[in-house]
């Protein structure tokens, strides 16, 4: 059974810095492209950031470039969010998916398994 299980959200003032983490199990984790995304009250999720299985290669939205980055530990199963200069907009659910392609890595129907979520609030 595959789970993905985020960690690290929580409430944090306007300009702060936070890490999400996603522990996987029950998939060849090295094999998988990972991707986080996100979603805020009253909108649809929307992509964040993706990471291929190597690490080699990433992709963000642009509105996250050089704030956010994604890196991943395949000895641990864990891929990371790592967010900077945070904003009130940030506030939302962050999910991190998995998928065994990277193909189109902004779009939520290429990824074949989901977490449930981790909460991030920004205070301003």
């Known amino acids: 059974q595959v789970q993905l299980v985020e960690s690290g959200g929580g409430l944090v003032q306007a300009g702060g810095s936070l890490r999400l983490s996603c522990a996987a199990s029950?998939?060849?984790?090295?094999?998988?492209?990972m991707g986080w995304f996100r979603q805020a009250p009253g909108k649809e999720r929307e992509f964040v950031a993706a990471i291929t299985w190597s690490g080699g290669n990433t992709y963000y939205q642009d509105s996250m470039k050089g704030r956010f980055t994604i890196a991943r530990d395949n000895a641990k199963n864990t891929v990371y969010l790592q967010m900077n200069s945070l904003k009130p907009e940030d506030t939302a659910v962050y999910y991190c998916?998995?998928?065994?392609?990277?193909?189109?890595?902004?779009?939520?129907?290429?990824?074949?398994?989901w977490g449930q979520g981790t909460q991030v609030t920004v205070s301003s």
């Open positions: 998916a998995a998928r065994e392609n990277w193909g189109r890595p902004t779009l939520m129907s290429g990824y074949d398994y």
């Open positions: 029950g998939l060849t984790f090295r094999s998988y492209t």
